[in-house]
């Protein structure tokens, strides 16, 4: 296994990162197992639950990592899109007054000439589908990201008995359905009442 | 030295006054934290969870029967429509004689991340109606809808034509498959189940990213240098303020609601093809039988005209007139060119007709 992975580990990022995910794993495990006994006799309450808790926080970590990887392809693409835009553009505002204004007027006129062209060329990018794609693509990530914060932060209330996201929006979508029944109900018996 | 360029005097002179005015500018206007943006007197008549109805002072004696309730899109708030006592829609239509109600929708929490098109067009909007049906002892009212508002208040009309006299709607977000602006190329490739599902409610800071990317160095560079060099302009920099902290100001949009909004009507544009449902009914345009009035901004560049037009189109009223407008979003509404020509042709069409 060892060999293994450190031949795929040097083939390419991905089977890099397996291989560490699989080595954190495999340490988080045995040493979990190891060590429930004991800290089973030496702990109480929260810490336990913590301590049982951390591998998942290591999942989180190690697709954390993963998931930057594909932030960032995004994040490049996007600041990539707009500095190509921006290049394409100035070369227009070049063209268009190639001297250096000297005075008021001109300035205003290049001034112009230069937010029309941007304005133009940028709203172009925004409406394009390569930028859609991206955009969406990279928010898609940075909400990942956000998830597995909200994974992290969930076992960390859980650990201290405390309700997480999941319970609490739960809660929410009861409250939501109970107003719902009960403005109905009340509807009912206006009728009812309009009725008599 | 024959060739060394002569910087023009004024060049200097025109920084100077601009770096002046940077420092004058505290002493000059106000921080948009203190201007109150609620100009035309008002009375909270209704609250329901985070919405509150309004209902506007009379500035004359009431002359037309029916009132005219607002509903409001659902970015940014009311104030909008009541931005400046000389820019005032709802201060335009109390001196036409209209009895006003606007509908707030609050600041949805966490706790509200459930809400839907359901609770929005069923429940506070049915609810405003309701009141203001009783308060008036109408059997039906006049309603407008703004921006998304109108998407919510269109819905409504389709689902409850009986409640509504006479329609009005302004830049309504109703064909997301025609819409040409940059919002829609965005909202088309969102995933937004994961949004909602990680974020709950839609959070402000994506719908200021979306404001930003709408003409960036116009609205993001110009716009303020303009500010500066017109500090000494009273008029113009109450008006830059009020609209800027209006601007600045975006409430969330509740998860279930955002997500419907942006499936049905942007992705998969159920609204226009008679697909949609609320509330576990079909929404049928065709049932919008009453006299209808639409307005849409020929530059607007959050709402396209392509997007708003085909309600025009689609609805069954007989009694139907479309405005097309040379001005944008927010100009439509307020605006010297709104209080001139946009308010006056709505209201004597409204007029005729309450």
Known sequence: ?196 | MQNESIIDPKIIEEILKFSKNIIEAPKLASAPDEINLEVTPHKVVQQIDKTRLLHYKPIIETKHKTPLLISYALINRYHILDIHPEKSWVRNLLEQGFEVYMLDWGTPTSMDKYLDFDDYVNGYLDSSVEYIKNQSSVEKISLQGYCTGATIATVYTALHSENVKNYIATAPVIDGWKDTTVISNLAKHMDVDKMVDTIGNMPPEFMYYCFSVLKPFEQGIEKYVKFFKNIDDKKYVDNFLRVEKWLGDTPPIPGELFKQWIKDIYQENLLIQNKMHVGGELIDLKKIDMPMFTQVAVGDHLVSPECSMPLHYAIGSNDKTLKIYPTGHVGMIASSFSQKKVLPEMGKWLAERS
């Open chain 1, 1 to 196: 296994m060892q060999s293994k992975s450190s031949k795929n580990s040097a083939e390419s990022p991905k089977d890099m990162t397996e291989y560490y995910k699989h080595l954190s794993l495999f340490w988080t495990d045995i040493i979990h197992l190891m060590s429930s006994k004991p800290q089973a006799l030496t702990s109480i309450g929260p810490m336990r639950s913590f301590a049982a808790n951390s591998k998942k926080i290591s999942v989180e970590l190690i697709e954390i990592n993963e998931g930057l990887l594909g932030f960032n392809q995004y994040l490049t693409e996007y600041y990539k899109q707009l500095a190509d835009v921006w290049g394409i553009a100035q070369k227009k505002v070049n063209l268009k007054s190639p001297k250096i204004p000297q005075d008021v007027e001109h300035i205003e006129a290049v001034k112009r000439i230069w937010i029309d062209i941007f304005d133009n060329d940028f709203t172009e990018l925004f409406d394009s589908k390569k930028f859609g794609e991206n955009y969406g693509n990279l928010v898609s990530k940075e909400l990942e990201l956000t998830k597995h914060w909200n994974n992290i932060t969930n076992v960390i209330l859980q650990s201290v008995n405390l309700p997480n996201k999941e319970e609490i929006d739960e809660v929410y979508k009861e409250i939501h359905s109970l107003k719902k029944r009960v403005s109905k109900l009340e509807l009912e018996k206006e009728k009812r009442k309009n009725a008599k």
